[in-house]
């Protein structure tokens, strides 16, 4: 499953980078990537409030969609600013092995 998490995060991030380049009135990822900053990164603070309150009902399905808009947005995001998602695994990564002692 780990690679299988890898990969889907892998695809969906070089198909975010792809739409920055694609009409934004055809494609809402291009939208937020042409767009301001600004607005992206309010669509990522709006996600994470809905994750917030789906998290306190007992609508489990509610909370897996609402955590995949955050972690498609955050991405996006991520894109916005010219980082790469491996960026923040190796992050991830750093911190669990410093967890480790």
């Known amino acids: 499953?780990?690679?299988?998490?890898?990969?889907?995060v892998e695809r969906l991030s070089t198909r975010i980078a792809a739409r920055a380049t694609a009409d934004?009135?055809?494609?809402?990822?291009?939208?937020?990537?042409?767009?301001p900053k600004?607005?992206?990164l309010?669509?990522?603070?709006?996600?994470?409030l809905e994750v917030i309150l789906a998290?306190?009902?007992?609508?489990?399905?509610?909370?897996?969609?609402?955590?995949?808009?955050?972690w498609y947005h955050a991405l996006v995001a991520a894109q916005r600013c010219a980082l790469d998602p491996a960026e923040v695994f190796a992050e991830l990564e750093k911190r669990y092995h410093e967890g480790q002692n």
Not at 24 to 35: E, F, K, N, V
Not at 42 to 48: H, I, T
Not at 55 to 70: C, F, P, T, V
């Open 1 to 8: 499953m780990e690679s299988d998490l890898a990969h889907i």
């Open 24 to 35: 934004p009135r055809s494609s809402y990822t291009a939208h937020l990537l042409q767009g």
């Open 38 to 40: 600004e607005a992206v």
């Open 42 to 48: 309010r669509k990522v603070g709006e996600e994470a």
């Open 55 to 70: 998290a306190q009902s007992s609508d489990r399905g509610a909370l897996i969609g609402e955590l995949a808009d955050l």
